[in-house]
């Protein structure tokens, strides 16, 4: 597509219930990227795909989250047993891998999409 | 590890002036991209700016430039001629290339306020 699509856009849902965000990334990006933004923050990173692996999920904060993404292109952040301190806006983002010529090792840009607003109750 | 350091409070400035948003960062990679990324009340995150750790020159697009000052280790976002719809939220990332990879996760500050007054 143009552009990173995140769906739902907004997630209400009660304390303990399960909960799957999806993002579908831009066409032909490898890369994809899951960060959670709490109120006036900065996005904090959870999770980086390289294809259909993690290559680092060092920012998951715990077991209840679990991301996947078995085609290489949509993933699904999924989180159990929710929790009011879940709430948050969730990021994804995309991007088309690096090249070893050209365009300045390192300067992959991340494009992000609107982001789902999840509400734990 | 690193990091990012977004100090400043909310940031005004007049509407056609040019403002200096300020960034610190923190690694021990020899070899570090710096972003900069503007978010406005609507949530988007927007790409404005790139400097890699090797290069030469201060990244300018448009009316943003970097002053890169790498022995300070300050990558400070200036935008020119402020428009109202500059109005929004500015965020710093960093990149370390050697340790984790060209493609590897960005780590943002906690970002600036920008208010612009007519």
């Known amino acids: 597509g143009a552009g990173v699509s995140q769906t739902p856009s907004n997630k209400v849902t009660e304390k303990g219930k399960y909960v799957e965000l999806r993002c579908d990334p831009i066409?032909?990006?490898?890369?994809l990227y899951w960060y959670r933004q709490s109120l006036g923050q900065g996005p904090e990173f959870l999770i980086y795909?390289?294809?259909?692996?993690?290559?680092?999920d060092s920012g998951l904060p715990n077991d209840r989250f679990f991301a996947v993404r078995p085609e290489g292109s949509v993933s699904t952040l999924k989180i159990q047993r929710t929790e009011r301190g879940d709430s948050a806006v969730y990021l994804c983002a995309s991007s088309a891998s690096a090249t070893r010529r050209g365009g300045g090792s390192g300067a992959n840009v991340l494009t992000f999409g609107a982001g789902s607003r999840l509400t734990v109750l | 590890a690193q990091k990012i350091t977004q100090t400043q409070p909310g940031m005004f400035v007049q509407e056609k002036e040019a403002v200096t948003l300020d960034c610190t960062y923190d690694?021990?990679?020899?070899?570090?991209?710096l972003f900069w990324y503007k978010q406005p009340s609507s949530g988007e995150m927007i790409f404005l700016i790139y400097q890699g750790s090797y290069d030469q020159q201060n990244a300018t697009e448009g009316r943003y430039s970097l002053n890169f000052q790498k022995a300070r280790k300050s990558a400070n976002l200036v935008i020119s001629a402020s428009q109202l719809g500059d109005s929004a939220m500015y965020f710093c990332a960093m990149r370390e290339i050697i340790r984790t990879g060209a493609n590897s996760k960005l780590t943002f500050g906690k970002g600036i306020t920008l208010s612009v007054r007519p």
């Open positions: 795909f390289q294809g259909t692996g993690a290559a680092d």
């Open positions: 690694t021990s990679d020899p070899s570090y991209g």
């Open positions: 066409s032909g990006h490898t890369a």
